[in-house]
């Protein structure tokens, strides 16, 4: 069993960085997957970024290739993701997601994440 919590959303101006953290409960944290989704006011769900239990990736959405990386740190259970030169359409609420088993082509459907976290609200005004 694995808790999220994510911190770290806000409103940010065009151009702007914020970075999330995603803490996770349990002692099964480096062995799970973890990715970042996000979801806008009347969208799907949609993948972000993921990175795998060793490191392993990580793995971006092609919007936010060289603006986002994810990152994690499992002596304190944390997931994160800087996210620099933010743009309006990358708001929406931002969820963290493991996963204790998932291969490479699974990582990009939220269907394939077993637990999750509350979400934080990102806001890029223009």
């Known amino acids: 069993q694995v808790q999220l919590a994510e911190s770290g959303g806000g409103l940010v101006q065009a151009g702007g960085s914020l970075r999330l953290s995603c803490a996770a409960s349990g002692r099964t944290f480096s062995r799970v997957t973890m990715g970042w989704f996000r979801q806008a006011p009347g969208k799907e769900r949609e993948f972000v970024a993921a990175?795998?239990?060793?490191?392993?990736?990580?793995y971006y959405t092609n919007s936010v290739k060289g603006r986002f990386t994810i990152s994690r740190d499992n002596t304190k259970n944390t997931v994160y993701l800087q996210m620099n030169d933010l743009k309006p359409e990358d708001s929406g609420v931002y969820y963290c997601a493991a996963a204790p088993s998932i291969i490479l082509s699974s990582l990009y459907d939220a269907r394939n994440y077993d637990y999750w976290g509350q979400g934080t609200q990102v806001t890029v005004s223009s």
């Open positions: 990175i795998f239990r060793s490191n392993g990736g990580p």
